[in-house]
């Protein structure tokens, strides 16, 4: 088992270029994945992700002022 192991090892060749489209081809299968692979979708998927990302964005930003005002007015240390 160790000899083709060494051979496997000896038949690879690290090429960059085949590395680098390797990796766009599994982003690009990624992407389709998420947001479809029709341009109508992509629009779709995304401004439906965009909206998600606001909401949650706003309703953070809407509790941090919340507890940064309830904890103003609330004293836990008497002088």
Avoid: C
Wanted: proline fraction near 1%; charged fraction near 30%.
């Amino acid at each position: 088992m160790k000899k083709n192991k060494a051979k496997d090892d000896h038949d690879f060749k690290a090429d960059m270029r085949t590395i680098k489209n390797e990796d766009i081809r599994n982003l690009q299968n990624t992407f389709s994945q998420f947001f479809g692979s029709k341009p109508q979708e992509i629009k779709k998927y995304s401004s439906k992700l965009k909206k998600q990302v606001y909401l949650f964005g706003l309703v953070i930003s809407i509790s941090a002022m919340g507890i940064l005002f309830l904890t103003q007015k609330v004293n836990f240390v008497e002088f």
